[in-house]
């Protein structure tokens, strides 16, 4: 059964980097897709970005300039960074398994982690 | 800002028939499979169809998905108080490039 474990600082300070790790325990990291996505308190679910297990790279428009993915299949997880956060970037995220395999028209998550709350404030 | 819109919320007896509506474009649910999922508050999503009508093997069939055009819905029969949760589409937008969740659905129990 595989699981996804997310980790990282809960609380990061306006203008600094937000690092999270994604490990995948019980399973691989290819041939999938894996995918970053963010629920800010009371509002709904908004994908940040997919990652193949080649390191090739989908990311959201509306945080492009700010978000690097990366994948390191000898640790077998994913991490994300994202670059000069605000409290708009204050969040759950969670990291979970495109099973589909395209990232794009069949995008399709069917492994979450259970998400880390990451908090932006001084 | 989500391009897929869903109704706030939506509500039946134990035992009834609910649908969610999740209504779309041509360049996301009318060109790409849709997915749906169930989010018990305090929990991670799970996924509950994807490829517009296809259940993970541990989904019952009391949850079934179908798309038309533009649209997308899922049915859950047989409703039970476990049910009670908040229901998102998802679809991947062709020409935003960027994938998309609804704007979720609270299904009640009454």
């Known amino acids: 059964q595989v699981q996804l474990q997310e980790s990282g600082p809960g609380l990061v300070k306006p203008s600094e980097t937000l690092s999270l790790t994604c490990t995948v325990i019980?399973?691989?990291?290819?041939?999938?897709?894996w995918a970053w996505i963010r629920q800010s308190p009371g509002k709904g679910l908004e994908w940040i970005g997919s990652i193949y297990y080649t390191g090739s790279t989908y990311y959201s428009p509306s945080l492009k300039s700010r978000l690097t993915l990366s994948l390191d299949t000898s640790q077998n997880h994913a991490s994300l960074k994202l670059s000069s956060v605000t409290a708009a970037d204050t969040a759950v995220y969670y990291c979970?398994?495109?099973?589909?395999?395209?990232?794009?028209?069949?995008?399709?998550?069917?492994?979450w982690g259970r998400g880390t709350m990451v908090t932006v404030s001084s | 800002q989500s391009v897929l819109t869903q109704p706030p919320s939506v509500s039946a007896a134990p035992g009834q028939k609910v649908t969610i509506s999740c209504s779309g474009s041509?360049?996301?649910?009318?060109?790409?499979?849709v997915s749906w999922y169930q989010q018990v508050p305090g929990t991670g999503p799970k996924l509950l169809i994807y490829d517009n009508k296809k259940r993970p093997s541990e989904i019952p069939d009391r949850f079934s998905g179908s798309k038309s055009g533009t649209a997308a819905t899922l049915g859950i029969t047989g409703l039970q108080t476990g049910d009670e949760a908040d229901y998102y589409c998802?679809?991947?937008?062709?020409?935003?490039?960027?994938?998309?969740f609804g704007t979720g659905t609270k299904v009640t129990v009454l």
């Open positions: 998802g679809a991947w937008d062709s020409s935003l490039r960027c994938y998309f």
């Open positions: 979970a398994r495109d099973v589909d395999g395209s990232a794009t028209w069949g995008a399709a998550f069917d492994i």
């Open positions: 019980g399973g691989s990291v290819s041939p999938y897709y």
């Open positions: 041509n360049s996301n649910i009318g060109k790409n499979y």
